[in-house]
């Protein structure tokens, strides 16, 4: 059986059984390429639901819907490792239950999907640790690499080009997991933090205050960047922050849903040799 | 025999109408992304687009805009309003959807106060629309009873020739036949035949949409929740979109001077319409994404008799989860059926 | 619209030499809201304070800025002057113009030009200043004093013969802590019991202190002058109103056998027991453990014995609820496991003990009433070698840190030895000798010459058994060579560490503790009795290894603090402190776990029908500091700190 | 240009330590460079990397950040937690391309009133010898606001 019948019928007999209310997956797009989410919420309608190596986007996002789990039934949802690192990271920053949710892994090398083994976010502690020892390509290294031997004139010109592109549609913020404040720091007017105009300030500041807040929180699912309809390298900038908590406070996002988030915590041998 | 504009005089067009004082624009791939912008010579054109990503309202309704600037006394406020700054344009190689786009909002701009900001950039700007002979799985001017030769908004329309060695030139308006003046002299007269346009396949029925959309007893339709349930709240269907004018106004500044703004903003924002009570009228995403329906198909059309949707599909095409007008609009003509 | 009132104090010549006033005070007049912009020699003297005054009554003034010193000067000069003129005191705002500017720098363009912007920067701050009220905080009278040690029992006292209210909770069956156990007391050789027990029993028989033993902290809740406070009151199975202390079960008990803890394993006890003859309350406890009828459900002999019906096998653990306004955690050590040590043969021979089981052998209450005899046959030791440092100072196996008290103790075991048994032996081990503190060197000195310890400085590699006696090896480093003694008895210098639930405890109390255990004060040098939580201090060994008088010196500091905070019926406090928007708030609750002062907290927001609608951050204003840490971290921007709003500081560099 | 660069700097200080030590500066009669603007707040731990946006948008050419020493801080924790969101800041604005060497950090004490006066004439030497930030001020005259004071 294939995994996509395995889970339709996992999906079919937790839906029926009244064990999830919903199960969160992906169903056919609007032409061959594309995946969409779906919300099946009746045994029927299972075979609505479609898995293979085109299913990317991360769903975790859709959990934290205001009032989706506040009936503390159960929700099934279709995730790959880094949307199970998120589920670590909403549970610890309490946006939700882990307990309420079911997980339906899979990750997908080349043109195979393969299942992943488990139900509750616990069970994916060694495929989250395994990631962490070897990260896998994000496809865009050769740029990092570019900006990375840039001087700081050079990669300032690099972003701001990039950024110049900026139209301040959210849509970064609106596809990111961890992005679930009820008001953004942008929205904030009193005072207004960062300029709302897509001048080039503005976009600065925007990008700028954005990779800040996802630094330590950011699994690297790419929803950001592929929902860029300007085309920014959004997630180059988010696993440069990414590195930056493993190499300094040894962080790995979403290891478990107790981590505590890696702003609000310290060790008192943290690294400060920037410090003078 | 018609006036045809062969592609290897282009540049010459180029060279002219920038001798002439116009600044030339039109489609390219820039930084990674398709938009319309300023050119040089005319190999910048990349006119294999089907569409650019971004639209032409960036050049009549920029993202941002300054209206005013301030500087603050001690007993006074000086304020020095701004206009865009003058600037003779010509537009060449627009898309039929994208040039209706400005026609349809230009009642919104103009039916009370006249904009001044748009106006002056539609007054200072030709457009010439090249009509497509191809066309993707997104676009749907058709089922907006538009076409991809559709003339509406432009100044020039230019038909592409089955040999690929020029367009049919069609003048369409005074502004379109002053602007070609200038390079008359390059155009020839031929009969080389036009290329077939793109076969746009219509996707729904928009009067019977329209009509569920009117009928009262749908507006609390468990539909909207249903269709709009993947729906994350972004704008980039409201920004993309060559329709959408709403925006915000917004100070920027220190305590000694600053600058006020007019930026985009989106119904498709929870924030668009909350209220300093904290009460929101528009409280969920659902309400959300039917107002931006409701307002293109019902609203806008009762108030200017025309939709608010030209059809390019950007919607569609550009949405993070696949959703998008076209969805919505087949998702309601099986309804009405 | 805002009126602002602009002071630009000449300072003398201070400000004045440096910062051209005149322009400063032209120039702020021609800033945006400023209503007076003056200049004065002196505005702290009094008719400088008086014209503040007078030009806040005259212009309606909406916020005030002295162009003066530093804020640390004359800041509270002000405040009070602004609200003597009817002006809310945090409407005041200093801008630093004397110490941040004219006598840092030479050229009086320049430092114009700074005091300027200082001065704009400060005046676009106070516009933005809201009325703040003192917060004010209800003090419930009445201090928890946790740990019937020396140090517990000598704050209880101060507090309570002060006149307040003292609850003091022991979780042993008796007062006494480890004071109790020791035998004599260095410098002056005084019998610990002597001055110990009448302690204790003024303790508990002080009409201002309500003693709970044999009890234990469930939980703390609240804020400084606000605590409530569950206290589990273990079942003695003994009734406390009906026992007498007559002590006949306990010679009847036949479960005899019971290693006592008192005595560190030295000697035995019964059952049904009190830990040794002075307790207090003299009351025994069944141990449960232990007692044949709870083990066979057969024996009741204590049951039958007692004439008074005080036995009561079904008696429950009760639980007491208390409101507290202040606590003084005294909870005291532990001797450190030498088992870690396997080289020096603790726990596999008998006769190397520790400090502590060198006490109860020296204690004239203790096992051997007082005679030094070794564990394994009872024998007069005639050599003993003392090994210091046996865990302290060695970050390898032990702790890092100095237990501090060993020198001393170690010198009093050789001068206790040397005068119970005279023609004995003694040869210490040690790392150095730390003997500061009132007639500390010179005791450790008679140890030396008159007491004729040997003192070699080294450490001890090995002992092993070998013909009956203990062979010690070690090395002397001042000789340079190895030295091997043959002892009958060795003494183990253990480290002092924290008590083995000590980090549970300070999270039940919510007070931070060092990576040992110890507690966290709130400053190490300026506030060394307070916890980082207002409210809680600490007293004694529970922060760090301490001698006696240290601890009682300490009991009676953290006396004092609670006596102050009782001097009032409310407390007042800075009103600098976090506010959170709960509508914007998302409840991460990621400031819950940066606060430095747990005062914030997890709340439910619920709707009329009592279901949770949202889970929201809480700040808790009495635990609050003010230090802005949650602010910083929380990224919906949805806390803010009075005195240093957002706002405030976004105009404070816009104004630049 | 005839006359020399002077930077503009920005400095964001904790009240405890280094405002104490600047104020120490001063009653030791320290010289040191008038270029630098000290904002007082209660603790490191309230700076957040906010005011060093907008330190640049108000045009400094180099910012400053000093509090107490760890294991000094008036709060116990306030500047531990500071650090480590420095760190991350820091690369964050390196990744960008806004130079570190803009953007100084330190641990100044009460005590420390030369030390204080040497970082500050040190800093504003620095940032003189890197010149004005240039990239930065671009953005901000994109933005067509007029020139503040």
Request: include cysteine.
């Amino acid at each position: 059986m294939s995994i996509e019948e395995q889970y339709r019928k996992r999906a079919m007999e937790l839906l029926s059984g009244g064990a999830v209310k919903m199960v969160i997956g992906y169903g056919r797009g609007s032409n061959a390429e594309r995946r969409r989410p779906v919300f099946i919420s009746s045994p029927e309608e299972v075979n609505r639901l479609v898995l293979d190596e085109a299913c990317i986007a991360n769903l975790s996002g859709y959990l934290v819907n205001e009032g989706l789990l506040s009936d503390e039934k159960r929700v099934a949802v279709f995730l790959r490792p880094e949307g199970i690192r998120a589920i670590n990271i909403l549970a610890a920053e309490s946006q939700l239950d882990a307990e309420q949710i079911v997980i339906f892994g899979f990750d997908v090398s080349g043109n195979e999907v393969k299942a992943l083994k488990g139900i509750h976010v616990e069970e994916f502690e060694d495929v989250i640790g395994a990631i962490k020892e070897h990260a896998p390509e994000m496809g865009n290294e050769e740029l990092l690499e570019k900006i990375e031997q840039m001087n700081p004139q050079e990669r300032f010109a690099f972003w701001k080009e990039e950024f110049a592109k900026c139209i301040k549609c959210y849509a970064c913020r609106q596809a990111c997991p961890m992005c679930y404040c009820r008001r953004c720091i942008v929205d904030s007017n009193q005072p207004q933090w960062v300029n709302t105009s897509s001048h080039s300030l503005g976009n600065f500041e925007w990008n700028i205050v954005r990779a800040f807040h996802l630094s330590g929180r950011c699994v690297e699912c790419g929803n950001c960047d592929r929902a860029c309809p300007v085309n920014i390298p959004l997630r180059l900038i988010n696993h440069r922050m990414a590195q930056e908590v493993l190499k300094s406070f040894d962080h790995f996002a979403g290891m478990s849903k107790t981590q505590e988030p890696v702003l609000a915590s310290f060790k008192k041998d943290d690294s400060e040799t920037f410090i003078l | 025999m018609t006036k045809i504009l062969f592609s290897d005089k282009l540049d010459k067009c180029v060279e002219r109408w920038k001798s002439a004082g116009l600044t030339v624009m039109g489609p390219v791939q820039r930084a990674n992304i398709k938009t319309y912008a300023a050119v040089e010579h005319a190999s910048e054109f990349d006119f294999g687009l089907i569409l650019t990503d971004r639209s032409i309202k960036d050049l009549f309704f920029p993202q941002t805009e300054p209206m005013l600037r301030y500087t603050i006394k001690k007993d006074a406020i000086n304020t020095d309003e701004c206009l865009p700054p003058r600037e003779q344009r010509i537009i060449f190689g627009a898309r039929a959807c994208d040039a209706s786009g400005m026609a349809i909002d230009d009642p919104l701009f103009g039916w009370d106060y006249k904009d001044e900001y748009w106006f002056q950039r539609r007054n200072e700007s030709v457009i010439v629309t090249i009509a497509c002979t191809n066309a993707d799985e997104f676009c749907m001017c058709t089922s907006l009873k538009m076409a991809p030769d559709s003339t509406k908004g432009s100044d020039v329309l230019l038909r592409p020739l089955e040999n690929s060695k020029g367009w049919q030139v069609e003048e369409l308006t005074e502004r379109g036949r002053e602007a070609f003046k200038t390079i008359a002299d390059l155009l020839q007269e031929g009969s080389d035949t036009a290329a077939p346009v793109a076969a746009v396949a219509e996707k729904f029925d928009l009067d019977a949409c329209v009509a569920w959309l009117q009928n009262p007893e749908n507006f609390d339709s468990k539909f909207w929740k249903e269709i709009s349930m993947r729906c994350i709240g972004c704008a980039s269907c409201t920004y993309l979109c060559p329709t959408c004018h709403c925006f915000d106004i917004q100070d920027e500044g220190d305590t000694y001077s600053g600058i006020r703004r007019k930026n985009w903003d989106s119904c498709s924002f929870a924030l668009f319409t909350l209220h300093t009570s904290g009460h929101n009228p528009r409280s969920t995403q659902s309400a959300r994404w039917r107002q931006r329906i409701m307002h293109k198909f019902n609203y806008f059309p009762s108030k200017f008799n025309a939709n608010s949707c030209s059809g390019c599909g950007r919607c569609s095409r550009e949405c993070p989860v696949d959703m998008g007008i076209t969805e919505t609009l087949q998702e309601i003509s099986k309804l009405s059926q | 619209m805002a009126k602002i009132g602009v002071f630009i104090c000449h300072c003398g010549e201070n400000v004045g030499a440096k910062v051209d006033c005149t322009k400063l005070a032209a120039a702020l007049g021609d800033h945006p809201g400023v209503a007076v912009s003056v200049e004065y020699k002196y505005f702290c003297s009094d008719p400088g304070q008086e014209s503040v005054k007078k030009a806040i009554r005259d212009n309606n003034l909406t916020g005030v800025v002295v162009a003066a010193c530093s804020p640390r000067m004359h800041e509270a000069t002000f405040r009070k002057a602004c609200a003597e003129a009817g002006l809310n005191p945090y409407l005041c705002e200093i801008a630093n113009i004397r110490e941040q500017c004219s006598w840092v720098h030479t050229d009086k363009d320049l430092a114009t030009e700074k005091a300027m912007d200082i001065t704009r920067s400060m005046v676009e701050k106070v516009k933005r200043n809201n009325k703040l009220q003192p917060i004010e905080v209800p003090v419930t009278r009445r201090a928890l004093v946790i740990g019937g040690g020396i140090a517990g029992i000598q704050a209880a006292l101060d507090i309570a013969n002060a006149g307040q209210d003292v609850v003091l909770v022991e979780r042993e069956p008796s007062l006494g802590g480890h004071m109790a156990q020791l035998s004599e007391t260095f410098p002056t050789l005084d019998c610990s019991q002597c001055i110990m027990t009448p302690r204790m029993v003024e303790a508990a028989q002080h009409p201002k202190i309500r003693l709970l033993t044999y009890s234990e902290i469930e939980s703390v809740d609240g804020y400084i002058g606000n605590f409530t406070v569950r206290v589990r009151m273990k079942s003695r199975y003994v009734d406390i109103d009906k026992c007498t202390g007559c002590g006949d079960c306990i010679t009847k008990c036949p479960a005899k056998k019971i290693s006592s803890e008192f005595d560190c394993s030295l000697g035995k006890r019964t059952a049904i027991y009190t830990p040794f003859a002075q307790s207090v309350p003299n009351i025994p406890v069944i141990d449960k453990a232990n007692c044949i009828y709870f083990k066979n459900g057969k024996c009741k002999i204590c049951a039958k014995t007692c004439q008074c019906d005080a036995i009561n096998f079904d008696m429950p653990d009760t639980f007491v609820d208390l409101e507290v306004g202040a606590i003084v955690v005294a909870t005291g050590f532990q001797v450190q496991n030498n088992s870690l040590y396997g080289e020096y043969g603790y726990g596999k021979y008998p006769d190397v003990i520790n400090g502590l089981q060198f006490e109860r052998l020296a204690s004239a209450s203790g096992p051997t009433a007082g005679k030094i005899m070794r564990p394994s046959d009872g024998a007069e030791p005639q050599t003993v070698v003392f090994i210091q440092c046996a865990g302290s100072r060695d970050p390898s196996k032990g702790v890092r840190y100095c237990s501090k008290i060993c020198c001393m103790y170690t010198a009093k075991h050789a001068m206790l030895y040397a005068h119970k048994v005279h023609d004995g032996k003694t040869h210490i081990f040690y790392m150095d000798i730390r003997a500061a503190g009132k007639g500390y060197d010179e005791f450790s000195r008679r140890a030396i010459e008159e007491d004729e310890a040997a003192y070699i400085r080294g450490r001890v590699s090995k002992v092993w058994q070998e013909n009956g006696k203990l062979m010690v090896r070690g090395v002397d480093t001042l000789l340079g060579k190895p030295v091997e003694i043959a002892a009958d008895m060795v003494v183990l210098a253990t480290a002092i560490v924290a008590q083995p639930d000590a980090k549970e405890f300070a999270k039940t109390i919510g007070i931070g503790y060092d990576e040992y255990g110890f507690y966290n004060e709130a400053h190490l040098k300026l506030r060394p009795v307070e916890s980082s939580t207002a409210g809680v201090f600490l007293a004694g060994a529970c922060q760090s290894p301490k001698d006696i008088p240290d601890s009682v010196a300490q009991a009676s500091a953290t006396a004092s603090k609670v006596l102050a905070l009782f001097s009032k019926d409310k407390l007042e406090r800075e009103p600098v402190v976090a506010t959170n928007n709960e509508v914007t708030c998302a409840g991460c609750w990621g400031c819950v776990l940066a606060c430095p002062y747990n005062a914030i907290e997890k709340k439910d927001i619920v709707d009329r029908s009592g279901r949770v609608i949202k889970r929201v951050a809480s700040i808790n204003p009495g635990l609050c500091q003010g230090c802005g840490t949650c602010v910083t971290f929380c990224r919906s921007n949805s806390i803010d700190l009075a005195g240093f709003t957002e706002k405030q500081i976004f105009a404070e560099v816009m104004g630049l | 240009m005839s006359e020399p660069f002077e930077p503009k700097i920005i400095a964001f200080v904790c009240t405890y330590c280094t405002y104490a030590g600047a104020d120490l500066a001063g009653t030791s009669r320290l010289k040191y460079a008038p270029n630098v603007r000290i904002i007082r707040l209660p603790c490191t731990g309230r700076i957040s990397p906010m005011f060093i946006l907008k330190a640049l948008q108000k045009g400094a050419d180099g910012v400053l950040i000093s509090g107490c020493h760890p294991g000094d801080c008036h709060f116990t924790h306030g500047n531990y937690h500071a650090r480590r969101r420095w760190m991350v800041f820091r690369a964050l604005l390196d990744f960008i391309g806004i130079p570190p060497e803009r953007v100084k950090y330190s641990w100044i004490s009460a005590a420390e009133g030369v030390k204080f006066a040497e970082f500050i004439n040190s800093v504003t030497n620095d940032i003189r010898k890197l010149g004005p930030f240039e990239q930065y001020s671009q953005l901000i005259e994109q933005t067509q606001a007029p020139a503040s004071l």
